[in-house]
């Protein structure tokens, strides 16, 4: 029996879980703070409960799921593939809504064949949230980083550029901001002339030489995180990527894409229908796309009534390709959020390459929407 | 009638200015008790108190609503509280005690010289580094501000620093810094430089007032605002 505080469907819930096949775990409340802010950035910091042992330890109460159950995952080393699900408290400064609530959502750890893997996570989120919230009709994004970075490198835009158009995905303030100087180069301003000349007649190593004496001169070589090299060889690339223009046309194409927002079951010819029109080849990523969606439809999605949103994305580093979020039809308060995270583990410190998609369930206002029943 | 508490700053130069800045708008202190109290009071205005307090405390105060009124930095301000504007009605910029709040970098980062430089190294920095890139500063909210909503930069550490922040870079406690700088004197004998569109803040001493709503209506909050506005 869970505790009396836990939301009061949890056993439908956790009964769900375990028809699907997911091994329940459970991770401290008092978490290191260090991976939650790694991971996620700095900005976390003060949406957590951030604490200090005795020891001088940064701590914090478990923010969320995914990181402790990864982490977990990591030391047991139990092996892949794994489907982990859990339910429990998690600690948030939140503006609006208490600061614990309960949580709970599957991660699906090393399952290789990832279109499959996708379907199962959207088909067990919206399957739970059907279970809690019978009768309600419920709307599903989804987005797709993969097809995204496509584009990008499809567009032929140099290696710099299109990391820089894929670390802003799904920050659209940012990658406005980024369209807006491809349209718009911007010449490098204020470089000692001496240096620009190195770098024009290729003089790399001794361009390098002399940042390693001005290091040594100023005594910041000893603990330099930059090398020599690094700050040369950038300063090269970024007089090159100064120079990039997107032409006219295709900087339209990037923000056609971006407004993209269709039934889910249409995209697939639009998205081919885009390829084809813009002359770029997607090919490995409109197929993994494809297969995902072939996978929902055999396992008998209303695919039609899902939305595909190209620019959905999050701006995180970890995120690798699916992204998706429930609402209730009509409400903008997401009842579950998931995605795909291909390059977290590894982050985390695990030695082999583990795909991973997963979710969480906001009790909460899932309680809440039972309530309004 | 309740009573108005201004807390001014306890020592240093800063003490002096607002001092000054206080009897031009006709304001004249005199002390509770003793020549070194750390109480006063408004001379012709009734109910109004001083309280000498250091400049951070006036901010953490002023965030509190303990005090009405405080004069201290900006910046001290705006990294005390979240929603400052709601919380805080700036009156009066005083003219003194100026300083910028600024990103520097090491002077040998050749290839940075703007945030989006600095957007570029920090998304690299994990994969080269095996870590992220470390700020020390003692100002988090501007930091965290300024990085991820102007610039749309998740990726770093803050390392918390308290003094001599100039010189984490060189003893490796960090890569860069978000410090308070007036004249760039010691950021350059530290060989590092404020990136171009680097300035997060240019702080100087205000009076800023908590807003209450016992102020609403009350004529000494009207009339100190203004006495200060025209002493300037």
Redesign the interface.
């Known amino acids: 029996m869970p505790l009396s505080d836990m939301p009061e469907f949890s056993d439908d819930l956790l009964k769900e879980f375990e028809t699907r096949r997911t091994e329940r775990v459970n991770t401290p409340v008092i978490q290191p703070a260090e991976p939650f802010?790694?991971i996620?950035?700095?900005?976390l910091?003060?949406r957590i409960f951030l604490t200090e042992s005795e020891t001088g330890a940064s701590l914090c109460l478990r923010p969320e799921f995914t990181i402790p159950v990864c982490l977990r995952h990591i030391e047991t080393a139990t092996g892949t593939p794994r489907r982990y699900s859990y339910l429990g408290e998690v600690f948030r400064q939140r503006r609006e809504g208490a600061h614990e609530f309960y949580q709970a959502g599957i991660e699906d750890l090393g399952d290789k064949d990832i279109a499959s893997a996708d379907a199962r996570a959207i088909g067990d989120a919206t399957g739970v949230l059907k279970a809690l919230l019978p009768g309600r009709k419920l709307a599903l994004t989804l987005g797709d980083q993969a097809v995204f970075e496509a584009v990008v490198q499809a567009l032929g835009l140099p290696l710099?550029w299109q990391?820089?158009l894929i670390?802003?995905f799904g920050?659209m303030?940012?990658l406005e901001?980024l369209l807006e100087?491809l349209a718009r180069p911007q010449p490098?301003?204020?470089?000692?002339p001496e240096?620009a000349g190195l770098i024009a007649s290729g003089k790399e190593a001794e361009l390098v030489a002399r940042?390693d004496r001005?290091?040594q001169e100023?005594?910041?070589s000893?603990?330099?995180?930059?090398s020599p090299a690094?700050?040369?060889r950038?300063?090269k690339e970024?007089l090159e990527l100064a120079e990039t223009r997107l032409d006219g046309s295709a900087l339209l194409l990037l923000r056609e894409f971006l407004t993209l927002q269709l039934p889910l079951d249409e995209a697939p010819a639009a998205l081919a229908g885009f390829a084809d029109a813009a002359g770029l080849k997607l090919g490995a990523a409109l197929a993994l796309f494809d297969a995902r969606l072939a996978a929902l439809a055999n396992a008998g999605a209303d695919i039609g009534g899902m939305t595909y949103r190209a620019a959905f994305g999050r701006?995180?580093?970890y995120y690798t390709g699916l992204v998706f979020e429930i609402t209730e039809a009509g409400s903008s308060a997401v009842l579950a959020g998931g995605g795909r995270f291909d390059r977290l583990l590894t982050?985390l410190g695990a030695s082999d390459h583990v795909p991973a998609v997963g979710f969480s369930l906001w009790l909460d206002r899932i309680e809440a929407g039972r309530a309004d029943q | 009638m309740n009573t108005i508490t201004i807390a001014l700053p306890s020592k240093g130069r800063i003490k002096e200015e607002a001092a000054t800045i206080f009897e031009r708008a006709g304001l004249a202190i005199s002390a509770v008790g003793n020549d070194r109290s750390y109480r006063g009071r408004i001379e012709g205005i009734e109910g109004v108190e001083i309280a000498y307090l250091s400049a951070s405390e006036i901010a953490r105060e002023l965030a509190n609503g303990a005090v009405d009124f405080g004069v201290t930095g900006e910046d001290l301000v705006r990294e005390g509280m979240?929603e400052v504007d709601q919380k805080v009605e700036f009156c009066a910029r005083l003219g003194f005690g100026g300083a910028d709040v600024v990103v520097a970098v090491?002077?040998?980062?050749?290839?940075v010289?703007t945030m989006?430089?600095l957007?570029?190294?920090a998304?690299?920095f994990?994969a080269?580094?095996g870590?992220?890139l470390a700020i020390a500063t003692k100002y988090?909210?501007l930091?965290?501000q300024f990085?991820?909503r102007q610039?749309?930069i998740?990726?770093?550490?803050?390392v918390e620093s308290l003094g001599a922040t100039e010189g984490a870079?060189?003893?490796?406690q960090a890569?860069i810094i978000v410090d308070i700088t007036s004249t760039g004197s010691t950021l350059r004998a530290n060989?590092l430089k404020v990136l171009?569109d680097g300035v997060i803040l240019k702080s100087e001493a205000c009076l800023v007032r908590a807003r209450k709503t016992v102020h609403d209506g009350d004529p000494r909050i009207a009339k100190i605002v203004k006495a200060v506005r025209t002493a300037l």
């Open positions: 802010l790694d996620a950035g700095e900005d910091r003060r710099g990391k820089r670390h802003a920050d303030e940012h901001a100087r490098v301003a204020g470089l000692d240096i940042i001005t290091m100023t005594g910041y000893t603990n330099a995180s930059r690094e700050i040369a950038r300063l970024k701006p995180l580093d982050l | 979240p090491p002077e040998i980062w050749l290839d010289e989006a430089d957007g570029d190294v998304a690299d994990r080269r580094h870590r992220r988090w909210r930091t965290q990085f991820s610039h749309g998740q990726l770093y550490r803050i870079p060189a003893a490796g890569d060989h171009a």
